[in-house]
Nanobody, 126 residues
Framework: HLEESGGGSVRTGDSLRLSCGAS????????MGWFRQTPGKGREFVSA????????YYADSVKGRFAISRENAQNTVYLQMNGLKPEDTGIYFC?????????????????????WGQGAQVTVSS
């Protein structure tokens, strides 16, 4: 079971850090991804991280502003979001991918992940 935290309502240019923790199985063996969903759009890829911590991947829209990391000792994955914009508004989901053989090619696809959190709302106002 995955659980996101750290969402909130902020202004343009502010920062937030999302956390994704797990109750039960350790996340250490899982590649992890962050996706977001906005009204009228599907769930879009934001960022992903290999189970060893490298490599990391980012959508072009967040590259240079967001940073994904993991603290395996804490069983937690983070998404540091800086320079937030109104178009970053959405529900952010973390997800776990158990198959390292596919991850490098399919990390941006929702079908690659088999466990999802309930989501955390991020609202950015201008």
């Amino acid at each position: 079971h995955l659980e996101e935290s750290g969402g909130g309502s902020v202004r343009t240019g502010d920062s937030l850090r999302l956390s994704c923790g797990a109750s039960g199985p350790t996340l250490n063996l899982y590649n992890m991804g962050w996706f977001r969903q906005t009204p009228g759009k599907g769930r879009e890829f934001v960022s992903a991280i290999d189970y060893l911590g490298q490599p990391t991947y980012y959508a072009d829209s967040v590259k240079g502003r967001f940073a994904i990391s993991r603290e395996n000792a804490q069983n937690t994955v983070y998404l540091q979001m800086n320079g937030l914009k109104p178009e970053d508004t959405g529900i952010y989901f973390c997800a776990a991918d158990p198959d390292p053989s596919r991850f490098a090619h399919f990390y941006s696809l929702t079908d690659e992940y088999d466990s999802w959190g309930q989501g955390a709302q991020v609202t950015v106002s201008s």
